[in-house]
């Protein structure tokens, strides 16, 4: 494909614009401080307008002054309501976002009925117009990201700290505060440089969301710096390249579809954080504990009048639990595959590797029963239905423990037997 | 494994500079937010090389002293001595254990990481920390019976382990005073077992340690000292003498409510005032 000298600029632009927001963003979102670069975008409206109205002109860097202007104002404003008054700091936000918004609105419309004004298409910077980058705007782009960068790198692990645990940070003597500010500043920094590109309503999402795709990938703090500034910068260029090539295709909103995506795809796959993940998880626990509660019952039918080699029909295990006839051989199947029940016909029994594994379930749920009995002093009517649940999450060491606990007791609070440990482990 | 073998006992502290000058002086210390008064009239002096208890009923000032001690509240009047120097001075000679309640555990870190986080004070600025730091803090996880977990998520470590994690970091400033926010609230009995021999290993080893505790029963149990808490000092000193059930009652039997409002009143004078006579015509706070 061949890019146009300003489809260029716009590519290198919302590039360098995604990696800065992934990176400083991933800050602000530990430090759950997202609506904070959300009110800071929105408080530079009106600095866009005023700029505007003082020197006529609409040069960038005047432009830009302006929003960086009332952008700072805009973030005092926050810190002295929280101060000065009762008020919390989301609502606070949330005020000064919807006060200078409504200013800057306010005046967008003056603007576009002064003669001069119809023209002006200040109304850009409400949802960005990338292909007004220009070449100085991406020189002052690459000076901040390296900025940036050099103090991310630098004070990596001061700022790890302050985000992590600010008290502690000031007990060892770091300036919290003056680290505060630095990030803060940066914040705006980054709204400001993506005003043009994003607009001033989607300009948080270039900060949050890479950095809340980046957290379900990791659990390292540096990785995920990385990850949110290449994710961001994916999506700055995917975006360009979209809106590049298909006629009429906004750049920013492409820019925040293309990173909420990534965040989708992260909340739904990525491993151990992901929905399927949990969902895997779940089914996996659900399964192995019918395995254990079929073991176990088998276990306990045997148990009665010692009938160990006796073959038990299917019909009389499914009306233990309530089960129907596929739902128990979904259970009986790896059971008999890990050699612990074997079946004749229509009928299941335990071999004796399988007596040993279900003597441990059995075990788990007898010595806990005893110990609500005894140590917590609940009824015995009362212990059954917990122990059911506790029987598949007691560790070996922790079962030990009770017993040990207990006196090392033989028999549990019904009367029946209490299975020793085994040595095998599984 | 808990009982892990102690090989590296923390080296004694030198003796000698400082003897005679308490671990700890506090001076008329006062404290409020915005109208609320947090700590009143606080003089306090904690003895060198004791394991001392901060103790009193909810909201009465006991996290904002070992904040105000720590300098991350400023006072309205009064002032802390360490050692008798300002806090500044005696950085180094403090270690720190915040409320593990105060921090967010699915912070993208390691329990290594926490660790080392106690040494950034040593690495100094730019510097990222060697494998001499982590080692160093490695040693001190080891020492909470935590090696095994060194490099798992925090998240992912039961409650009685992440209140270890914070003691290890503690460990790791190799501190002469350690403040302590609640090292043993919502810990299991291994935890409280662990921090207990930790505390009197740093008694053995010269170390002051000023605990903020929530349980009267065990306070005569695990500390020497205990400063009674409410507002204002009630009493301090050594347990055995100053955990009387007359300064207990004094300490949790309602706090005095004329005191309360007369400090809010003389706080609220400017644009508080209303709300003092609020409160007194309330049930108070």
């Known amino acids: 494909m061949e890019l146009s000298f300003t489809a260029k600029n716009v590519l290198i632009g919302s590039t360098l614009l995604g990696a800065l927001g992934g990176a400083l963003g991933s800050f602000a979102l530990l430090r759950r401080q997202s609506l904070l670069g959300d009110a800071l975008a929105h408080a530079a409206l009106p600095g866009v307008c005023l700029a505007y109205l003082i020197t006529g002109t609409k040069a960038p860097l005047a432009l830009l002054l302006g929003a960086l202007a009332t952008g700072l104002l805009g973030s005092l404003a926050i810190l002295g309501i929280v101060r000065w008054s009762r008020i919390k700091e989301d609502s606070a936000m949330g005020i000064v976002l919807s006060v200078f918004f409504g200013l800057g609105i306010v005046l967008l419309t003056v603007i576009q009925k002064l003669p001069t004004g119809n023209q002006s298409g200040l109304d850009k910077f409400l949802f960005g117009q990338a292909a007004t980058l220009v070449r100085e705007d991406l020189l002052t782009m690459a000076v901040l990201a390296t900025g940036a960068s050099l103090a991310i790198v630098l004070l990596f692990k001061e700022l790890k700290l302050l985000c992590f645990d600010p008290g502690f940070a000031a007990s060892l003597g770091l300036p919290v505060r003056r680290l505060e500010i630095l990030l803060t500043l940066l914040l705006v920094v980054v709204v400001v440089v993506g005003l043009q590109t994003v607009g001033v309503v989607l300009i948080v999402a270039t900060l949050i969301t890479p950095a809340a795709a980046a957290r379900q990938w990791t659990d390292r703090l540096s990785s995920m710096v990385w990850l949110a500034a290449a994710i961001g910068a994916l999506s700055g260029a995917f975006g360009s390249l979209a809106s590049a090539s298909i006629d009429r295709l906004p750049t920013g909103p492409v820019i925040v579809l293309a990173s909420s995506l990534a965040l989708l795809l992260s909340l739904v796959a990525a491993p151990g954080r992901g929905l399927i993940w949990q969902l895997l998880r779940e089914r996996r626990a659900a399964a192995r504990i019918r395995r254990e509660n079929l073991l176990k019952d088998l276990y306990r039918l045997g148990e009665e009048g010692e009938r160990w080699d006796e073959f038990l029909p299917r019909p009389l295990l499914m009306g233990i639990r309530g089960q129907s006839a596929s739902q128990l051989a979904r259970s009986a199947r790896p059971l008999a595959r890990s050699g612990w029940v074997e079946s004749a016909g229509d009928a299941l029994r335990l071999t004796d590797d399988g007596r040993r594994e279900a003597s441990q379930v059995v075990r788990n749920h007898r010595l806990w029963e005893l110990y609500l009995r005894h140590r917590l002093e609940l009824a015995a009517d009362h212990v059954h239905r917990d122990a059911e649940a506790m029987e598949h999450v007691l560790s070996p060491d922790l079962t030990d423990e009770i017993e040990r606990l207990l006196g090392f007791p033989r028999i549990d609070p019904h009367g029946r037997q209490i299975p020793a440990r085994s040595g095998v482990a599984v | 494994?808990?009982?892990?073998?102690?090989?590296?006992?923390?080296?004694?502290?030198?003796?000698?500079?400082?003897?005679?000058?308490?671990?700890?002086?506090?001076?008329?210390?006062?404290?409020?937010?915005?109208?609320?008064?947090?700590?009143?009239?606080?003089?306090?002096?904690?003895?060198?090389?004791?394991?001392?208890?901060?103790?009193?009923?909810?909201?009465?000032?006991?996290s904002t002293l070992?904040?105000?001690?720590?300098?991350?509240?400023?006072?309205?009047?009064?002032?802390?001595?360490?050692?008798?120097?300002?806090?500044?001075?005696?950085?180094?000679?403090?270690?720190?254990?915040?409320?593990?309640?105060?921090?967010?555990?699915?912070?993208?870190?390691?329990?290594?990481?926490?660790?080392?986080?106690?040494?950034?004070?040593?690495?100094?600025?730019?510097r990222r920390p060697s494998r001499h730091h982590r080692e160093a803090a490695l040693a001190c996880l080891d020492k909470v019976g935590l090696a095994d977990l060194?490099?798992?998520?925090?998240?992912?470590?039961?409650?009685?382990?992440?209140?270890?994690?914070?003691?290890?970091?503690?460990?790791?400033?190799?501190?002469?005073?350690?403040?302590?926010?609640e090292p043993f609230a919502g810990v299991d009995a291994t935890t409280e077992r662990a921090i207990l021999g930790l505390l009197q290993e740093l008694r053995s080893t010269g170390r002051t340690v000023v605990a903020v505790h929530h349980d009267l029963q065990t306070v005569a149990d695990y500390f020497d000292h205990v400063a009674l808490l409410n507002l204002r000092l009630v009493a301090a000193g050594p347990v055995g003498s100053t955990l009387s059930a007359e300064n207990v009652q004094r300490a949790y039997g309602g706090r005095s409510t004329v005191l309360t409002h007369a400090a809010e009143a003389l706080l609220g004078q400017a644009g508080g005032a209303t709300e003092a006579a609020r409160r007194l015509g309330g049930n108070g706070g």
């Open chain 2, 1 to 62: 494994m808990i009982a892990r073998d102690r090989e590296r006992p923390a080296a004694p502290l030198p003796a000698g500079d400082s003897s005679g000058v308490p671990a700890v002086e506090v001076h008329d210390l006062t404290v409020a937010y915005r109208t609320q008064p947090v700590l009143w009239d606080v003089d306090l002096d904690l003895p060198v090389g004791r394991l001392i208890a901060i103790v009193g009923p909810n909201g009465a000032g006991k």
């Open chain 2, 66 to 126: 070992l904040k105000a001690i720590l300098g991350l509240v400023r006072p309205l009047t009064g002032h802390v001595r360490i050692f008798g120097e300002p806090y500044e001075k005696r950085r180094s000679w403090v270690g720190y254990v915040p409320q593990r309640e105060s921090v967010d555990w699915d912070f993208p870190t390691s329990a290594l990481d926490v660790v080392t986080m106690g040494l950034y004070g040593q690495i100094g600025w730019l």
């Open chain 2, 150 to 181: 060194a490099k798992r998520q925090i998240s992912q470590l039961s409650g009685g382990q992440q209140q270890r994690v914070f003691l290890a970091r503690a460990l790791a400033q190799d501190a002469r005073l350690y403040l302590m926010d």
